[in-house]
């Protein structure tokens, strides 16, 4: 499906009748339900840690830190995985984060692409951009969501688009933020409710955070909310709490969603919840209809390896060829270094 979606972009070369008839079979044929973040078979909650490193600091360009994994299957086969990183090679020495990419057939091992996907730029990411969520569209291409910070301003979530995956434009505007909460670590999917009409909606899941001066505490509001678009470009957001915070691990934030919609139409969310003693640590979540959750009771990853005994957060999560599934996350040592890490399911 998505192969004949990247043909598009040659037949945009040609006369625009051919144009126009393309975009119409693309849409035609596009299954948003199935085009990102669905498994036809739940991942589940039984999760082993990988023994080696996904992603690590290796170059210019990353050496400092490495966070923030999302995962996308290609069109031609493999997957290709967009991160924040960091490092000497910055374009801008007030830049503290970017985003970055790296290209892999089989899952396991990973070469790093040339170059920033999307770089800072003013006036709301001047800062960093981060978490990004990358989504195929249904007239071909891709949309990236991602997180952006400037200074003395709270954080928003914005978007660019790319044919290639490579190259990326970004949108004009801001896709989800006030001067009141900090926004982020989003995930987008689509939904098609036939009460809603014809089209595909999209709900876009994220963080919201107090800030100046963040809060924490149970009764802070760092939650998870969602909000539903037309046209993937303005949002409202949802009457509603997606993830609250209630637990002792949640005395921070919970934050970071990963959404997949399963084969029988329901839901999975992994999340992090934070607090003073354990930073992060991956939970789960369970809904028929995405909007009301429930939690389950224990981490299913937790701080404790070599490379992770500081931080296990972002969880994002691909099918395997051979029906398992497989977890990336970011991860911190001992030492305060950064990398993404993963484990598989059985």
Not at 276 to 301: M, Q
Request: glycine share 8%; proline share 7%; hydrophobic share 35%.
């Amino acid at each position: 499906m998505l192969s004949e979606l990247a043909h598009i972009g040659k037949i945009l070369a040609s006369n625009p009748i051919d144009a126009a008839l393309a975009r119409e079979r693309s849409v035609e044929t596009f299954d948003g339900l199935r085009a990102v973040h669905f498994h036809q078979t739940d991942p589940g909650t039984k999760w082993r840690k990988d023994d080696r490193i996904a992603i690590d600091r290796d170059r210019p360009l990353d050496s400092e830190r490495i966070l923030t994994p999302n995962v996308i299957r290609l069109s031609t086969g493999g997957y290709r995985m967009y991160y924040l990183g960091c490092g000497p090679a910055r374009t801008s020495a007030s830049a503290s984060a970017y985003i970055l990419s790296a290209i892999s057939e089989d899952g396991d091992s990973w070469e790093k692409d040339p170059g920033i996907r999307v770089d800072v730029h003013p006036p709301y990411a001047a800062k960093c951009t981060m978490c990004p969520d990358v989504i195929p569209l249904a007239h071909g291409g891709y949309r990236m969501y991602y997180e952006a910070r400037t200074e003395a301003r709270p954080t928003v979530v914005l978007s660019a688009t790319s044919d290639d995956g490579l190259q990326w434009d970004l949108e004009p505007g801001v896709r989800f933020g006030d001067d009141n909460w900090s926004y982020g670590s989003p995930r987008c999917l689509y939904i098609y409710e036939s009460a809603l009409g014809p089209d595909y909606r999209f709900r876009l899941y994220f963080h919201r955070y107090t800030y100046d001066p963040f809060r924490s505490g149970l009764d802070a509001r760092n939650v998870i909310i969602s909000a539903i678009s037309k046209d993937g470009l303005r949002f409202e957001e949802e009457d509603g709490v997606r993830i609250a915070q209630e637990t002792e691990r949640e005395t921070f934030a919970v934050y970071a969603p990963e959404v997949i919609r399963l084969g029988d139409g329901t839901y999975r969310m992994y999340y992090p919840p934070w607090c003073d003693e354990f930073k992060g640590g991956v939970f789960t979540a369970t809904s028929a209809d995405g909007l009301t959750w429930t939690k389950g009771p224990d981490p299913l990853v937790d701080l404790g390896g070599p490379w992770d005994s500081n931080m296990v957060s972002e969880p994002c999560v691909i099918e395997l060829p051979d029906g398992r599934s497989r977890m990336f996350y970011e991860a911190k040592d001992a030492n305060g270094s950064t990398r993404i890490l993963s484990a598989t399911s059985y």
